[in-house]
């Protein structure tokens, strides 16, 4: 795993859309994994940028949310099928027809769950799986106790994530109690995963996925099962870090031909 420490919420940004603007420039056709929230916005801000100058093409490239809420009409404005295109599918000039999102209206959830893996196997699996990382620990929306070999199905949020994604609605009572999300072993299969965190209230999420015994207690620790993952974080959110200094120096002292920017 490789630990980036950036000074702002901004370089987090700049720097991790560096590493997706290379996969993609590498291979128009790759399959990302989209986040929503707030963590991944600055780096689909940055993408656009580069797709508005020509400088990266994302018309052939797929993509696969990471989650969607259940029982949210496609058009409400938090729906991750509404964040997804504003943020993501328009600004980038993805084709929307190759960018999939959970169905969390389903009449039958379980077997859009089936179909949503079967979806991304058909495409060969997700390059590169952009993630955030809730205060809980969550990725996706696996909370703590989800299974390491999960798969795309639906879940209870938790308390404290209904409470921290109320910012996004009018009042806590709105955000919906279900959500489907790619699983842990979803997650996990994907070939590269990019983990951003930006703030204080994730330092000490990210010290327990970086620096804590790999456990569903805090699913973000995954990370450190996976052969290829980065996680990104601004200083604030490094804070919780014993290991800062010597992430900082291998990052500093990395090889050219280590550098993906
Ligand atoms: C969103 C997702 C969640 C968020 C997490 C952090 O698709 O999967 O895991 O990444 O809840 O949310 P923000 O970025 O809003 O702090």
């Known amino acids: ?112 769950c089936e179909e949503y893996e079967r979806a991304i196997a058909s495409v060969g699996g997700i390059d590169l799986q952009i993630l955030g990382i809730g205060a809980n620990g969550h990725v996706g929306f696996n909370e703590p106790s989800s299974s390491f070999q999960s798969r795309t199905r639906i879940k209870t949020l938790a308390p404290q994530t209904r409470a921290d994604n109320a910012r996004f609605f009018g009042s806590p009572d709105e955000v919906p109690t279900h959500c489907v999300t790619q699983g842990l072993g979803t997650i996990l299969d994907a070939g590269e995963l990019v983990m951003v965190a930006q703030g204080a209230n994730k330092a000490d999420a990210v010290a327990r996925a970086v620096e804590g015994p790999i456990s569903s207690r805090c699913p973000g620790s995954i990370l450190q099962w996976h052969r290829r993952a980065t996680v990104i974080v601004d200083e604030a959110a490094a804070a919780g870090l014993e290991l800062a200094a010597y992430y900082r120096y291998t990052y500093e002292n990395k090889p050219d031909w280590q550098r993906w920017i």
């Not at 490239?61 to 259940?70: I, K, P, Q, S, W």
């Open 1 to 112: 795993m490789e630990i980036v420490i950036l000074p702002t919420a901004a370089e987090v940004g700049h720097i991790a859309a560096a590493k997706i603007a290379g996969l993609v420039t590498r291979k128009p056709d790759a399959v990302l994994g989209l986040a929503t929230g707030s963590s991944p916005l600055a780096i689909y801000a940055e993408l656009a940028i580069l797709a508005r100058s020509g400088e990266v093409d994302f018309s052939r490239a797929r993509g696969f949310a990471l989650d969607e809420y259940v029982g949210l009409p496609v058009e409400h404005p938090q729906s991750y099928a509404s964040v997804i295109r504003t943020e993501v599918t328009q600004p980038l000039g993805m084709d929307a027809a190759l960018v999939r999102v959970p169905d969390g209206l389903a009449p039958d959830l379980a077997a859009a």
